[in-house]
């Protein structure tokens, strides 16, 4: 079946450095869909990517689509210990239903 | 923006217990809600998809005679564990759509399910 899958499980970094985490699909996505779920919380919706290629940016991150609309990356400018949480990236099956990613746990050292 | 609301947020209670948690779209109709399990350190599983005034749709491997869904409004959908066991202990969430195949999906707080 249709599969997502997401890289690095885990991250440790240093504040003010910089982070990725990367999602491929086995299928092509009609969009991609990013979520942050703090320690504790609940998953919530950061920004949705439609277009093949596109690019947006929301202070320091950055959400990329790749052209075959088939991977995407989330890339974090200098990381701020807000930043703690689990990354997950979905995309939609055909029946509608979203396909998450394992998530990307982000630890940020002070 | 769209507000999902669960209840409760945390329950603790004995073996055998049936649990009854709800999810409503406090400012929108949902014609879609989910329900997830999310154990420790893992990624969200899709237990079912309920739709207002159908059958729920539930996962491989998920038993619906265990975890009954019911829609009954555009507003609120109701997830039962029945008789819990400590197997049964999780996180469960609820998203909602505002409208069918339109994401993104809006999640509640969730449930934190302990069953001694």
């Known amino acids: 079946g249709q599969q997502v899958m997401q890289i690095p499980q885990y991250q440790h970094v240093q504040e003010g450095e910089d982070f990725t985490t990367y999602c491929n699909s086995s299928?092509?996505?009609?969009?991609i869909q990013w979520y942050k779920q703090r320690p504790g919380g609940h998953p919530v919706f950061l920004i949705q990517l439609v277009k093949s290629g596109e690019v947006k940016k929301q202070k320091r991150l950055t959400f990329q689509f790749g052209e075959a609309k088939k991977n995407s990356s989330l890339h974090i400018t200098a990381t701020q210990t807000t930043d703690v949480g689990t990354y997950f990236c979905a995309g939609p099956s055909n029946t509608g239903k979203l396909i998450f990613g394992q998530g990307t746990t982000l630890q940020v050292k002070p | 923006g769209a507000v999902v609301s669960q209840h409760p947020s945390r329950v603790i209670c004995k073996s055998g217990t049936s649990v009854k948690i709800e999810c409503r779209s406090l400012d929108f109709q949902a014609t879609t809600m989910f329900w997830y399990r999310q154990f420790p350190k893992q990624s969200l599983m899709l237990m079912a998809t309920?739709?207002?005034?159908?059958?729920?749709?539930?996962e491989q491997g998920v038993e619906k005679d265990k975890f009954l869904i019911n829609h009954a409004s555009l507003t609120l959908s109701t997830l039962t564990v029945t008789s819990a066991h400590p197997e049964d202990s999780s996180f469960y969430i609820c998203?909602?759509?505002?409208?069918?195949?339109?994401?993104?999906?809006?999640f509640g707080d969730g449930t934190r399910l302990s069953i001694l």
């Open positions: 309920s739709n207002e005034g159908s059958k729920a749709t539930y």
């Open positions: 299928t092509t996505l009609s969009n």
């Open positions: 998203s909602a759509i505002r409208d069918r195949g339109k994401q993104p999906q809006h």
